[in-house]
C-alpha cells in the first residue's frame, strides 16, 4: 500500500505531466528484474526538468529509459521508485549539413537520425545491433558498433549534450561546432555512465559523409595465431578499413576475420581486391556483410553476454585465452567484435550453468585486461560483480563525482562500478 509520501508524489507528476503521463509500472517496466512503482513519460528537456524536480521533493529513486533495449545491462539498481521514460523524446531538432552536424533528442534511434542526414549523404556513424537504439541509450552505454575502428567511438563523435541533473537543473555541454571544446570533456563524462550522473534529454553530433560503395574482405582461418597475423595485416594495411571484425561460433571452431572497406565507386572494389591478394588464396571480395556482421554473439534479450578487452597487438593473445578458458568451463563460448582495436564481447545461451559461467569470468579477468559481464539473467548476475575490480584510486574519483553530480544517490542507484 502506497504512504502518504508516495500518493503526494504520483499526484504531484499527474498535476506536473498529465494524468496520462504517468501510470503505475508493471512487469514489463522493470530494470534487471527490479520493478519501479510509477513510469512518467516526457518529452524532451524542459518536461525531464520538472519530473526530477518533483522527484527530488519526494526523494524518489530515477532511472532514465530511452527504447530499453539495454536496460537490463549494468548492475541492477538498488532500488526504483519512478522509471523517467525520454523515448518521447524523439526527433531531429537541426541538421546544419554544411557543418556536418546533428542536435537531437535523446529518445531518437539512431536509425532516425540516419534516414535524415543521408538525405545530405552524410551519416551518424554509430552502428548499433540494436535497431531500437536510441542516442540518449549509446551514451548512457557507452556502445559503438564495427565502424568505430575508423570513426571513433561515442565519446569521439559527441560534441554537445544537454542533461538534467538529479535536482531538476539543466545543464549542457559543448556545442553545434566540432571544434568548440568548451564543456567537451563533460559530455565525456556522462558517456558510459548509466544514468548514474544525470537524464540526457538533446545530443549533438559530429557527421562524416556517406559512402557510395562497400565491401567486405573475409578470410578464415584454423588457429587463433592465423586469425591475429590476417587482422595484423589488414590493420597496418594502407587500404583505410572501416572496421576489422572477427567471428568465431564456438571455442574449438574456425575463426573469420572481416575488413569493411568504403569509398568511391569502382575504386573501393579495387582496394579490397588488392588487400585480398595480400592476405592470400583464402580470402574473398563481398559485395554484402556476412550475416553476423555488427551483431552481438548472444540474444539481447535472453542471452549471456561478455566484453573482454586487451591491446590490439595482444590479439593473439586475447583469442587463446577466451579459447582456453572456454574450453576448461565447458560453455559453448561464441566471440565476436572488434579485431582491429582488441575489444571482443563473448556470448554464451541464457541457461549456461551459473557456476560454470562465474569461473568462466575469473579465468577471463585473470588474463585479460578486463571482461565485463554485459547482461545475464539474474541467477548469474548475483553470482558475479558485473563489472569486476578496479583500482581504489580510480573508485574513489569516480564516487566524488558520483557525490557532485548526485549527493543523494538517487540515479539509478548500485547500476554502476562499485554500486555507484
Not at 135 to 141: D, E, F, H, K
Not at 173 to 189: E, F, I, R
Not at 228 to 235: K, P, S
Not at 333 to 347: I, S
Amino acid at each position: 500500500m502506497a504512504t502518504r509520501t508516495e500518493d503526494a508524489a504520483r499526484e504531484a507528476l499527474k498535476a506536473a505531466l498529465g494524468a496520462d503521463c504517468v501510470r503505475e509500472a508493471t512487469a514489463a517496466d522493470t530494470v534487471s528484474d527490479v520493478r519501479p512503482q510509477w513510469v512518467a513519460t516526457v518529452d524532451g528537456t524542459e518536461r525531464a526538468s520538472i519530473a526530477m524536480k518533483i522527484a527530488a521533493e519526494h526523494g524518489l529513486r530515477v532511472v532514465p529509459k530511452g527504447s530499453g533495449s539495454k536496460l537490463d545491462w549494468g548492475t541492477a539498481p538498488d532500488a526504483v521508485d519512478l522509471l523517467l521514460d525520454v523515448s518521447a523524446a524523439d526527433g531531429v531538432v537541426d541538421h546544419a549539413a554544411g557543418d556536418l552536424v546533428v542536435h537531437a533528442l535523446a529518445g531518437t534511434p539512431i536509425v532516425e537520425v540516419n534516414e535524415v542526414v543521408r538525405s545530405a549523404g552524410q551519416q551518424l556513424a554509430i552502428d548499433q545491433p540494436l535497431p531500437t537504439a536510441t542516442l540518449g541509450g549509446v551514451i548512457a552505454t557507452g556502445t559503438s558498433g564495427p565502424c568505430r575502428h575508423l570513426f571513433g567511438g561515442v565519446r569521439d563523435l559527441l560534441i554537445g549534450i544537454t542533461v538534467v541533473r538529479a535536482d531538476g537543473t539543466v545543464t549542457t555541454a559543448g556545442g553545434k561546432v566540432v571544434k568548440n571544446v568548451a564543456g567537451y570533456d563533460l559530455g565525456k563524462l556522462y558517456t558510459g555512465s548509466f544514468g548514474t550522473l544525470g537524464v540526457i534529454t538533446e545530443a549533438i553530433f559530429r557527421l562524416h559523409p556517406a559512402a557510395a560503395e562497400h565491401r567486405w574482405i573475409v578470410i578464415e582461418a584454423d588457429d587463433t595465431a592465423s586469425a591475429a597475423a590476417a587482422a595484423d595485416i589488414v590493420r597496418h594495411s594502407q587500404a583505410m578499413p572501416t572496421a576489422i571484425e572477427v567471428d568465431r561460433a564456438g571455442p574449438s571452431g574456425p575463426i573469420t576475420i572481416c575488413a569493411q572497406l568504403e569509398g568511391r565507386p569502382n575504386a573501393t572494389h579495387a582496394r579490397a581486391v588488392e588487400l585480398a591478394a595480400v592476405l592470400g588464396d583464402r580470402a574473398a571480395v563481398l559485395e554484402q556483410a556476412p550475416a553476423w556482421w555488427g551483431q552481438y554473439p548472444f540474444d539481447p534479450a535472453t542471452g549471456i553476454g561478455l566484453r573482454v578487452g586487451a591491446e590490439p597487438a595482444a590479439l593473439p593473445r586475447l583469442l587463446s585465452v577466451v579459447q582456453e578458458a572456454a574450453s576448461a568451463s565447458g560453455l559453448p563460448v561464441a566471440l565476436r567484435g572488434a579485431a582491429g582495436l582488441g575489444v571482443l564481447h563473448a556470448g554464451l545461451p541464457g541457461d549456461a550453468d551459473p557456476t560454470a559461467v562465474t569461473e568462466l569470468v575469473a579465468a577471463l579477468r585473470s588474463r585479460c585486461d578486463y571482461a565485463v559481464l554485459v547482461r545475464a539473467p539474474r541467477g548469474v548476475r548475483e553470482s558475479i560483480d558485473p563489472w569486476g575490480s578496479i583500482s581504489p584510486g580510480l573508485l574513489t574519483l569516480m564516487r566524488r563525482t558520483k557525490d557532485q553530480f548526485d549527493p543523494e544517490h538517487r540515479l539509478a542507484p548500485g547500476r554502476f562500478v562499485g554500486g555507484i
